[in-house]
């Protein structure tokens, strides 16, 4: 492939770099002498990686960086463009990384398999030498007995299941053992239903519905179709290595203190709950739970979190966002023009770009390949920043059926596109590329079109929660814009908005105030007044469900001038005085209100002028005037106050209605 070594040199200013035609091999003992020197140490090969890592156990434990440039940039079509290319992912993989969070599953290999036919049988003789094995059977029809008992065969129906690798709990219907003396059938003596069992590993040779929401993603669940027994080999072998401690990558950190999920047991965001494949979502009171456990790490409930409370950790979103400025910034720099950022995973998108590579035109010069752990990872914060940063396009690659539900990212997409066309950067700048065809992808992004002039570009670096960044971004990706406007209507949804209040009808009992996770809703604590600051609004809704006179609406849009903008009044009214003292307290028109509503109509006010006045007084005279007066809030009406109602009322009460 073409290297253009003066490019990238010179964009790489803070690197020193050594080129050569074959490092891997004529040219190995060069690499050695390079092992030799101090700094990190970045090889632009990913194929003979094992060759470079055994070179560098040689000489003690020197960590290696690999980047693929090859496939990415230099075998293509357009490989004597692709300097600027390869400039900016090689500058992109001397980005730090954090450390990755683990969490620790623990499993001693007790393995339940379950299965409809002899298939199930014949998997547990593979395992039984390995793993302490239980074969279920469900609905069985002439299996024949073993001659020698090596493991359990019992009968019954999966009616529920969770857990994860170590800690499966099935609860089994129908369930029954073998009567020892079956001759030539399995004979199951009396069923019962509810049976409960625990193992560390499911085999799922049913045939059935998945016994686990998105079973293909949680780890120690195999499932293979019993007619296949190609596919039943496989997950055999798989389960065989399942036994031991294991580190799984804690992919969501969560804060439950900024969770806007609920507020005294009122409802109000649902995102994660909604959005979550695995079911490793749940409520847990005012906040949700996230089970470390059973979280595939797809990453849609960090994307479409509000407040930050959960966060993509494979990696943040500041280390994701630094890196697309560095690449951005490089390649520009570089010579590079009309970048689009290209985002895939490593399962399903480098197959796909080294296929395109090996067998067809390769990636255009000006398409930048970004490698993440899962594509619905990706947040408003990291297309807002690629745009601020000079990208002309984004696209998601992802397969033709994907391995989850996507609307998460299809919600982001669809949230990011007016705020990108409102401010000028055009529309169709970011769309996904469903395909498992190389030359469809190739299509695609040959006919991305250029994007539209603009000012220069951003060169923030993003640092801080995801909140944060977030909002870093879209000042900059404003700041920058070739059309910038102050306000843009956003889908519902969106975490960005405004509230409406129908003043009329609002009684300043603050409710919605107490309600607020994130402080957005206000009050003055001089005088009756709500306030509203919407840059913290996240449009959780908690406000519109917790006010009892149904007086608030949620306007999602996004204003560039909430930033800087004061809180906004959204009502306020004059405080009541207290009758003994003249302290203010209260709201006038409500302590008005109620005095007015009970008076001379209530039984226990009625020609009670002092009773009333109690009710005109803040409550520390209140407190005292109860005292002095012997307050009996039982005296005085007495005749008129009503009868209980009893069970003879309504039993009348309902023969007179038949009647």
């Known amino acids: 492939m073409p290297l253009d070594v003066d490019t990238i040199g010179k964009a790489c200013r803070s690197a020193d770099m050594v080129s050569g035609r074959q490092f891997c091999r004529s040219e190995l003992d060069r690499f050695r002498a390079l092992l030799q020197e101090s700094g990190d140490l970045i090889v632009g090969c990913t194929q003979e990686s094992p060759v470079f890592e055994e070179a560098a156990g040689e000489t003690g434990e020197r960590p290696l960086t690999f980047v693929n440039i090859r496939e990415a940039a230099g075998w293509s079509n357009e490989a004597a463009k692709a300097g600027p290319k390869m400039a900016a992912l090689l500058a992109a993989a001397a980005e730090p990384l954090p450390d990755i969070p683990f969490v620790g599953l623990q499993s001693d290999g007790v393995i339940l398999i379950y299965g409809r036919d002899e298939a199930a049988i014949e998997a547990a003789e593979h395992l039984k030498d390995h793993l ?238 970004v490698v993440v752990n899962e594509i619905t990872q990706i947040g408003l914060e990291a297309i807002a920043a690629a745009f601020a940063y000079g990208a002309g396009d984004v696209r998601f690659l992802l397969r033709a059926r994907p391995r989850h539900d996507v609307t998460g990212l299809n919600r982001t997409i669809a949230l990011a596109e007016p705020i990108l066309s409102g401010l000028g950067y055009g529309a169709g700048r970011i769309a996904a590329i469903e395909t498992d065809d190389p030359d469809q992808l190739g299509e695609a992004l040959r006919a991305l079109a250029p994007a539209p002039a603009r000012p220069a570009p951003a060169s923030f670096r993003p640092a801080g929660a995801k909140r944060d960044v977030q909002r870093l971004a879209l000042r900059e990706l404003h700041r920058v814009a070739p059309q910038p406007v102050e306000v843009i209507a956003l889908p519902q949804g969106a975490p960005f908005g405004a509230v409406d209040v129908k003043a009329e009808g609002c009684t300043l009992c603050l409710a919605c105030v107490s309600a607020c996770p994130t402080g957005a809703m206000s009050a003055d604590p001089d005088r009756p007044m709500l306030k509203f600051t919407e840059d913290a609004c996240v449009q959780c809704g908690l406000c519109a469900a917790t006010c009892p006179e149904k007086v608030i609406a949620l306007k999602p849009q996004l204003d560039f001038r909430a930033a800087t903008a004061s809180p906004r009044i959204m009502k306020q009214e004059d405080p009541f005085e207290c009758i003994r003292c003249g302290k203010p307290f209260g709201v006038k028109s409500t302590i008005e209100r109620v005095t007015a509503k009970l008076e001379g109509k209530h039984w226990m006010f009625k020609g009670q002028a002092d009773r009333l006045n109690v009710l005109k007084m803040c409550e520390d005279c209140r407190v005292v005037a109860v005292t002095e007066q012997a307050f009996d809030p039982y005296g005085g009406g007495i005749s008129e106050r009503p009868r209980p109602r009893t069970t003879d009322d309504y039993l009348r009460e309902e023969e007179k209605g038949r009647g």
């Not at 560390?200 to 686990?212: E, H, K, P, Q």
């Not at 479409?304 to 979103?317: D, F, N, Q, R, V």
């Open 132 to 369: 302490d094995v239980t074969v279920l059977i469900t609905r069985p029809d002439r299996l024949a007995p073993q001659r020698k008992t090596e493991f359990p065969v019992v009968q019954g129906t999966i009616r529920a299941a969770k857990g994860w690798l170590g800690a499966f709990e099935l609860t089994v219907d129908d369930y029954a053992q073998p009567a020892p003396s079956s001759r030539d059938t399995l004979r199951f003596g009396t069923p019962r239903n509810g049976a409960v069992s625990k193992c560390d590993i499911v085999l799922d040779l049913s045939g059935g519905a998945s016994l686990l929401p998105a079973g293909d993603l949680r780890d120690g669940y195999l499932r293979a179709d019993p007619g296949d027994p190609a596919a039943i080999l496989r997950a055999v072998m798989k389960a065989r290595d399942l036994t031991g401690t294991f580190d799984k990558p804690r992919y969501i950190n969560y804060q439950a203190d900024i969770c806007a999920h609920a507020r005294s047991r009122i409802v109000g965001c649902r995102r994660c709950l909604d959005l979550c494949p695995t079911g490793a979502i749940e409520p847990a009171g005012d906040h949700v739970a996230i089970s470390a456990e059973i979280c595939a790490g797809c990453g849609q409930c960090a994307a479409a979190c509000p407040t930050g409370a959960a966060s993509y950790a494979l990696p943040p979103a500041d280390t994701l966002m630094r890196k697309l400025r560095t690449i951005l910034t490089v390649y520009r720099e570089a010579g590079g023009r009309n970048a689009a950022i290209l985002f895939h995973d490593e399962s399903h998108g480098i197959e796909m770009i080294d296929a395109l590579a090996r067998y067809g035109d390769g990636l255009p010069a000006d398409v930048i390949p």
